[in-house]
């Protein structure tokens, strides 16, 4: 099992900027490809962007351009840089680990809120 703890959501203006961190811990060994998820009231949980093991990155066309997903594998943890942050931005933020062993196990974090307000 892998346990993940996100930190860094909060309440910004529009335009504004936030650093989402995600901190695996337990059978680190397991941790695959790692990814931040978002809800909005009433949506879907959707993929915002995912960074593989070996770096490569992909991103939700929304974000392209403002948000950067990053890793340390040494500190087990990815981050997500957010810059120019919209009201349609907010959502509570999940990060999600893929079992590197097997692809169709899952971890998630318990999710942070963020909020795009004036």
């Known amino acids: 099992q892998v346990q993940l703890v996100e930190s860094g959501g909060g309440l910004v203006q529009p335009g504004g900027s936030l650093r989402l961190s995600c901190l695996g811990s337990?059978?680190?060994?397991?941790?695959?490809?790692m990814g931040w998820y978002r809800q909005a009231p009433g949506k879907q949980r959707e993929l915002v962007a995912r960074?593989?093991?070996?770096?490569?990155?992909e991103y939700t066309d929304s974000v392209k351009g403002r948000f950067t997903i990053s890793r340390d594998n040494a500190r087990n943890t990815v981050y997500l840089q957010m810059n120019g942050l919209k009201p349609e931005d907010t959502a509570v933020y999940y990060c999600?680990?893929?079992?590197?062993?097997?692809?169709?196990?899952?971890?998630w974090g318990q999710g942070t809120q963020v909020t795009v307000s004036s």
């Open positions: 999600n680990v893929r079992d590197y062993y097997y692809s169709l196990i899952d971890y």
């Open positions: 960074i593989s093991t070996s770096g490569t990155t």
């Open positions: 337990g059978s680190t060994f397991r941790i695959g490809a």
